[in-house]
């Protein structure tokens, strides 16, 4: 078992702008006075050079194009809808957003086959959409695929007896807890676990300030420090700069990278840095105009391929 892969999938957007569908509980997303057409533009400027700098470092990536014709705002962050696991699963994700919804795509799966991995079994979760329940992938999931244990902050896009299911299923141990942000005031959930913490092999980023339950809180510490990881602890400003929203990659010659925004990089202290760079170097990249209208950042864009190869 892998924590880190050398292969990630990515969507080219063709129609990114604010999702509207999404704002109303992803309190990342801001508006920006640019027309959708010029939003698109800028993103996938942002998505070319990030894609070349994974390639410079020798991650292989998988671009694919969105579709123009679905309308689909959010494709950029195709890991809220499938993951790929090492016994040749694919899961497929219920999404909260109905335009979301739209960009699960058999092409892009059968995008993968045609690459050389192997795909045995597809796990679907979709219909839970029909009830109302939700759990975005590796958004609402983060995967200690060594340690078999999952992650998981509660919230209107991240239903506790879905994932409970999907450990059962995935033999996973289940860490639930509920993490909140200040909003106008009040502490409300934040959208995706994903975005206040990262999981690497040897080191876990965390927002610990999010998880108001001190039972909650020790509980994560508890299993991050029994598998050994060093906690890189965050601030919630930092957060907001998408300093959570971190992924930990490996290069075709197996060296790993922690990736991250521009943004997420420039919030962090030179203290907090020299603790990353002693388990691996740092590749950043600038996402403005994804974050901003998009809410999500670096960790958001890459779908991890860890599929066994033919």
Same mark, same amino acid.
């Given at each position: 078992?892998?924590?880190?892969?050398?292969?990630?999938?990515? #969507?080219?957007?063709?129609?990114?702008?604010?999702?509207?569908?999404?704002?109303?509980?992803?309190?990342?997303?801001?508006? #920006?006075?640019?027309?959708?057409?010029?939003?698109?533009?800028?993103?996938?400027?942002?998505?070319?050079?990030?894609?070349?700098?994974?390639?410079?470092?020798?991650?292989?990536?998988?671009?694919?194009?969105?579709?123009?014709?679905?309308?689909?705002?959010?494709?950029?962050?195709?890991?809220?809808?499938?993951?790929?696991?090492?016994?040749?699963?694919?899961?497929?994700?219920?999404?909260?957003?109905?335009?979301?919804?739209?960009?699960?795509?058999?092409?892009?799966?059968?995008?993968?086959?045609?690459?050389?991995?192997?795909?045995?079994?597809?796990?679907?979760?979709?219909?839970?959409?029909?009830?109302?329940?939700?759990?975005?992938?590796?958004?609402?999931?983060?995967?200690?695929?060594?340690?078999?244990?999952?992650?998981?902050?509660?919230?209107?896009?991240?239903?506790?007896?879905?994932?409970?299911?999907?450990?059962?299923?995935?033999?996973?141990?289940?860490?639930?807890?509920?993490?909140?942000?200040?909003?106008?005031?009040?502490?409300?959930?934040?959208?995706?676990?994903?975005?206040?913490?990262?999981?690497?092999?040897?080191?876990?980023?965390?927002?610990?300030?999010?998880?108001?339950?001190?039972?909650?809180?020790?509980?994560?510490?508890?299993?991050?420090?029994?598998?050994?990881?060093?906690?890189?602890? #965050?601030?919630?400003?930092?957060?907001?700069?998408?300093?959570?929203?971190?992924?930990?990659?490996?290069?075709?010659?197996?060296?790993?990278?922690?990736?991250?925004?521009?943004?997420?990089?420039?919030?962090?202290?030179?203290?907090?840095?020299?603790?990353?760079?002693?388990?691996?170097?740092?590749?950043?990249?600038?996402?403005?105009?994804?974050?901003?209208?998009?809410?999500?950042?670096?960790?958001?864009?890459?779908?991890?391929?860890?599929?066994?190869?033919?």
């Amino acid at each position: 078992m892998k924590q880190t892969t050398n292969t990630i999938l990515m #969507i080219r957007p063709v129609n990114f702008r604010m999702n509207e569908q999404t704002a109303i509980n992803n309190y990342f997303q801001e508006d #920006i006075d640019l027309k959708n057409a010029e939003i698109n533009a800028k993103a996938q400027e942002e998505f070319d050079a990030f894609v070349e700098k994974l390639r410079a470092v020798g991650v292989n990536v998988i671009v694919e194009n969105d579709d123009v014709t679905l309308d689909t705002p959010d494709s950029i962050f195709p890991n809220n809808w499938v993951s790929f696991h090492e016994n040749g699963d694919v899961a497929l994700y219920p999404m909260f957003a109905e335009n979301r919804r739209r960009e699960r795509r058999e092409e892009v799966i059968n995008r993968l086959e045609k690459e050389g991995f192997t795909i045995n079994n597809i796990v679907d979760y979709t219909s839970a959409e029909d009830e109302g329940v939700f759990l975005e992938g590796t958004g609402s999931l983060l995967l200690d695929r060594v340690n078999r244990k999952a992650y998981c902050a509660l919230s209107p896009r991240a239903d506790e007896s879905l994932f409970i299911e999907f450990c059962e299923d995935f033999e996973f141990t289940p860490v639930v807890f509920t993490a909140n942000q200040t909003v106008e005031g009040k502490r409300l959930p934040i959208y995706h676990t994903n975005v206040m913490m990262c999981l690497a092999e040897t080191f876990a980023v965390i927002c610990l300030d999010t998880i108001d339950d001190k039972k909650e809180r020790k509980n994560v510490v508890k299993h991050l420090e029994q598998d050994g990881k060093q906690i890189i602890k #965050i601030t919630e400003a930092q957060m907001h700069q998408f300093a959570g929203n971190m992924l930990q990659v490996r290069s075709e010659d197996d060296k790993l990278y922690l990736v991250m925004s521009q943004s997420a990089h420039d919030s962090l202290t030179t203290e907090q840095i020299k603790k990353i760079e002693a388990h691996c170097p740092i590749v950043s990249s600038s996402l403005e105009t994804i974050e901003t209208c998009g809410g999500g950042s670096a960790r958001c864009m890459m779908a991890e391929v860890f599929l066994p190869k033919v």
